[in-house]
């Protein structure tokens, strides 16, 4: 039988270059972080649209659930934490704070999600 529960998946970039929160990718998003979002997710789907031919319905919508009901919660928080704890022998205040930010959110009650439907897979 198959296993059909998500997991998360953090790859290992190989010993390569690392890249963080301050980086030019990922400081163009800073501005207009969901407009930014919000572009990049089209444009993803348009471009696997145009890979098969077939029209991709986008669908946002936010909403707030008990945390431990997220997909193997316990990976995502350890992943968080170890990123936490990377950034912060690094001596990057931006990443410590946004990894910092990202478990307080985790750890919510009632964390608001906003999961991207594209009408392929979710992101």
């Given at each position: 039988?198959?296993n059909?529960?998500?997991?998360?998946?953090?790859?290992?970039n190989?010993y390569g270059?690392i890249?963080?929160?301050?980086d030019?990718?990922?400081e163009?998003?800073?501005?207009?972080?969901?407009?930014?979002?919000?572009r990049?997710?089209c444009?993803?789907?348009?471009?696997?649209?145009?890979?098969?031919?077939?029209?991709?319905?986008i669908?946002f919508?936010?909403?707030e659930i008990?945390p431990h009901?997220?997909?193997?919660?316990?990976?995502?928080e350890d992943?968080?934490?170890?990123?936490l704890?990377?950034?912060?022998?690094?001596?990057?205040?931006?990443?410590k704070?946004?990894?910092k930010?990202?478990?307080d959110?985790?750890?919510?009650?009632?964390?608001r999600?906003?999961?991207?439907?594209n009408?392929?897979?979710?992101?």
């Amino acid at each position: 039988m198959f296993n059909l529960i998500q997991k998360w998946n953090f790859p290992s970039n190989n010993y390569g270059q690392i890249f963080g929160i301050a980086d030019s990718g990922v400081e163009t998003f800073k501005g207009t972080p969901i407009k930014s979002l919000a572009r990049e997710i089209c444009q993803n789907s348009l471009d696997a649209a145009l890979e098969n031919g077939e029209p991709t319905r986008i669908e946002f919508k936010t909403f707030e659930i008990d945390p431990h009901k997220i997909s193997d919660y316990g990976n995502l928080e350890d992943a968080l934490k170890r990123a936490l704890d990377f950034w912060s022998q690094q001596q990057s205040t931006k990443a410590k704070t946004f990894f910092k930010q990202a478990l307080d959110v985790i750890h919510k009650p009632s964390p608001r999600l906003l999961p991207v439907v594209n009408g392929m897979k979710s992101m």
